[in-house]
Nanobody
Framework: VQLQASGGGLVQAGGSLRLSCEASRITYSIDIMGWYRQAPGKERELVARITEGGSIDSADSVKGRFTISRDNAKNTLYLQMTSLKPEDTAVYYC???????????????WGQGTLVTVSS
């Protein structure tokens, strides 16, 4: 599985951005897709993730501001970010938990990351 993320950039506090992540070279299924972020000097953390069936898990810090969605037909993941804060500044990584065949163990795949900078 290859993941190509896009949509990062510089935005003022209170603004919005939409991240996209397109998955390719899928041989069987992608069970979970998600966004993680890593701010300078901090560990990578979960932002939000969504299962193939649409179940969502998200960090408390983004609830009510960020919306994760997934287009299974296009193998594309989205993250709509609103009311952005300077503390949202980070490199955002797309993640997929995928299987190469039906009985395969789930494997973790990561995109290259896209930088989101929120100015105050």
């Amino acid at each position: 599985v290859q993941l190509q993320a896009s949509g990062g950039g510089l935005v003022q506090a209170g603004g919005s951005l939409r991240l996209s992540c397109e998955a390719s070279r899928i041989t069987y299924s992608i069970d979970i897709m998600g966004w993680y972020r890593q701010a300078p000097g901090k560990e990578r953390e979960l932002v939000a993730r969504i299962t193939e069936g649409g179940s969502i898990d998200s960090a408390d810090s983004v609830k009510g501001r960020f919306t994760i969605s997934r287009d299974n037909a296009k193998n594309t993941l989205y993250l709509q970010m609103t009311s952005l804060k300077p503390e949202d500044t980070a490199v955002y990584y797309c993640n997929a938990v995928a299987r190469r065949w039906r009985w395969d163990s789930p494997q973790n795949y990561w995109g290259q990351g896209t930088l989101v900078t929120v100015s105050s």
